[in-house]
């Protein structure tokens, strides 16, 4: 059997629920397992180190200020809720 047709095993068997890669417990796919398993951190995580940890906790103010109609930042100004963008930073 190929290397690619046993990756593709594997994903399929992923994609079914199974754990293929130890340390990949909850990965829906062959590729999301190892990335779990070497440690990569989710999206959260990742957004929360590009932005620090008060940029993230603005971020999620803003967010948790948006409705279906109204963006965080537009109800921000409307209500006069101060959001303080200065603290968002980012990494190259």
Request: charged share 35%; glycine share 18%.
């Amino acid at each position: 059997m190929s290397s690619q047709q046993k990756r593709q095993e594997l994903d399929a068997r992923a994609r079914q629920g199974e754990t293929v890669v130890p340390g990949g417990t909850g990965g829906k796919s062959l590729e999301a397992q190892e990335h779990l398993a070497e440690g990569r951190s989710r999206g959260g995580q990742t957004r929360r180190k590009q932005l620090g940890t008060e940029g993230y906790q603005e971020m999620g103010r803003k967010g948790g200020l948006s409705t279906g109609d109204m963006s965080g930042e537009e109800r921000a100004k409307e209500e006069g809720i101060p959001i303080d963008e200065s603290k968002f930073r980012t990494k190259s």
